[in-house]
T-cell receptor, first 112, second 119 residues
Framework: EDQVTQSPEALRLQEGESSSLNCSYTVSGLRGLFWYRQDPGKGPEFLFTLYSAGEEKEKERLKATLTKKESFLHITAPKPEDSATYLCALPMIYNQGGKLIFGQGTELSVKP | DSGVTQTPKHLITATGQRVTLRCSPRSGDLSVYWYQQSLDQGLQFLIQYYNGEERAKGNILERFSAQQFPDLHSELNLSSLELGDSALYFC??????????????????FGPGTRLTVL
């Protein structure tokens, strides 16, 4: 069964303190991965699509990378406005439409 | 703003009642997805419609049903409500039916959600 696991569950950083969030998965075959950001009580906001191992995408202070078994979301010199829950999601294929399986998320808190 | 709209924002009702949640997808998107998010379960896929037809189904309860209309908006109907149905319900939309290739990766964009409280 396909599974997505995110770690840590929660991460507290000081402003400017860089770190990484992890998303690991067990799938029958790599088919890419999505990253989303979610603020409390709001809908998930699309950040990145990663398709193949070795691929990297960047947006402001965020950089997402992908290997065959996991993805990392690196956050460089974070600011308080980066505080949110970060979700990774695995797209299903093989006649499952556009279904996504989400990890439980990493709740990031950045203190000034 | 993702371009996906959902109404109502909040809904408070009693056990045993029936409610309807509404979603309008982004302009041009043919797929609509419904997800449930509760504190203990995370974001769970319920159902997908593509151009009016059911395309994929998750662990959606029999008490729940959905449809997509010719103008592509969608409604999620929840009946015989229980306390455990209290959650955030999100709608998402995407241009295509599924994830077929890198050239046509099918990113989903989420609406602001409906918070359902069952008392």
């Amino acid at each position: 069964e396909d599974q997505v696991t995110q770690s840590p569950e929660a991460l507290r950083l000081q402003e400017g303190e860089s770190s990484s969030l992890n998303c690991s998965y067990t799938v029958s075959g790599l088919r890419g991965l999505f990253w989303y950001r979610q603020d409390p009580g709001k809908g998930p906001e699309f950040l990145f699509t990663l398709y193949s191992a070795g691929e990297e995408k960047e947006k402001e202070r965020l950089k997402a990378t992908l290997t065959k078994k996991e993805s990392f979301l690196h956050i460089t010199a974070p600011k308080p406005e980066d505080s949110a829950t970060y979700l990774c999601a695995l797209p299903m294929i093989y006649n499952q439409g556009g279904k996504l399986i989400f990890g439980q998320g990493t709740e990031l808190s950045v203190k000034p | 703003d993702s371009g996906v709209t959902q109404t109502p924002k909040h809904l408070i009702t009693a056990t045993g009642q029936r409610v309807t949640l509404r979603c309008s997808p982004r302009s041009g998107d043919l797929s609509v997805y419904w997800y449930q998010q509760s504190l203990d379960q995370g974001l769970q896929f319920l159902i997908q419609y593509y151009n009016g037809e059911e395309r994929a189904k998750g662990n959606i309860l029999e008490r729940f049903s959905a449809q997509q209309f010719p103008d592509l908006h969608s409604e999620l109907n929840l009946s015989s409500l229980e306390l455990g149905d209290s959650a955030l319900y999100f709608c998402a939309s995407s241009p295509q039916e599924g994830h077929f290739s890198r050239a046509s990766y099918n990113e989903q964009f989420f609406g602001p959600g409906t918070r359902l409280t069952v008392l």
